[in-house]
């Protein structure tokens, strides 16, 4: 079992930086019974100028915010004071490369009503790359990402990660790395964390917003190919083309940018290594460094 925390382990709880082993929840709550509560996942990471810094923090806030207030959390808090609450908490606790979880959560009530009041907890660990750093075979899982009309699906809602957690662990017990889950209309959606992007003739295409989380890796890999001249479409993308594609892969906060070694068992056409995805990765890894990035010309 992973330790997340110590008896030295401090983490912030509703304005106040307490001990993780002392801080206290009430077993009553609607978060904890019906999964109504809302989280975030940001990674820290100490720059080329040797300074620990937040990647994105307040794009992570904002969708905090907004997936707080897309089901009726009510949201009081002030983003910059939880922003530097995180420093604050990396800081006590001697973290320089982390994984930052912001949690609002709401107190007591076994009723379906919206919450009235909530609580909001800032822990971190260390953690190093999710999925590893390995290229993954992935499976088309048998289960579908949830359909939007059920619920606010762009809301970072814990409940909705039920279905990440039964999709993650029906691919671990047929011996794959990870799960791809289709959209209710059978279009490629998502990884369980993390957004999907391929390579076919020099494009790079990913699923339009509607039926995904709208990723902040997502985002910034949108704005390496805007940098770098690399053509993206966002579309609807079918299973057949994901097979077609030269190469594949998966993005999001905690996994960082991890390239897909087969899909259903079946290899892709460019290795790894010279795949627009690996100068993605690249790329990605010098901006959360704060390094200059220059791209290698790759012999065609
Ligand atoms: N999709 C899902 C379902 C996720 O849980 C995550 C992780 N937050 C992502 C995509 C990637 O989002 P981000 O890049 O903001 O971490």
Request: aromatic share 12%; net charge negative; charged share 25%.
């Amino acid at each position: 079992m992973y330790s997340y925390y110590n008896e030295n382990t401090i983490l912030y709880f509703d304005g106040a930086f307490v001990k993780a082993t002392e801080a206290k929840i009430d077993l009553y709550g609607q978060s904890l019974h019906y999964g109504y509560a809302v989280f975030e996942g940001i990674r820290a990471y100490k720059t080329a100028s040797g300074e620990v810094k937040i990647f994105k923090p307040k794009e992570h806030f904002d969708r905090f915010k907004r997936s707080c207030e897309l089901i009726h959390i009510p949201y009081k808090y002030n983003n910059d004071e939880l922003i530097a609450a995180c420093y604050k908490v990396l800081e006590m606790n001697n973290m320089e490369e982390a994984y930052i979880r912001p949690l609002v959560f709401c107190p007591p009530n076994m009723t379906l009503k919206a919450a009235q009041d909530t609580h909001v907890l800032i822990c971190a660990w260390e953690w190093g790359a999710y999925l590893g750093e390995k290229l993954l075979r992935v499976m088309l899982s048998s289960y579908q990402r949830p359909n939007p009309k059920a619920f606010k699906i762009e809301s970072k809602s814990a409940g909705l990660y039920v279905n990440s957690i039964l999709a993650s662990q029906e691919a671990k017990e047929k011996g794959y790395d990870e799960a791809l889950l289709l959209d209710i209309n059978g279009f490629v959606a998502e990884g369980p964390g993390s957004n999907l992007f391929f390579e076919k003739d020099g494009t790079i295409y990913t699923p339009a917003p509607g039926n995904i989380l709208p990723g902040i890796t997502r985002a910034t890999v949108i704005e390496i190919c805007g940098e770098l001249g690399i053509p993206l479409v966002e579309k609807q993308i079918t299973v057949d083309e994901l097979k077609q594609a030269d190469s594949v892969f998966y993005c999001g906060t905690a996994a960082e940018i991890v390239g897909w070694e087969s899909f259903e068992g079946q290899g892709f056409k460019k290795p790894w290594a010279s795949s627009l995805g690996k100068v993605i990765q690249q790329a990605y890894k010098a901006k959360v460094l704060e390094k200059a990035f220059e791209r290698e010309v790759i012999p065609a």
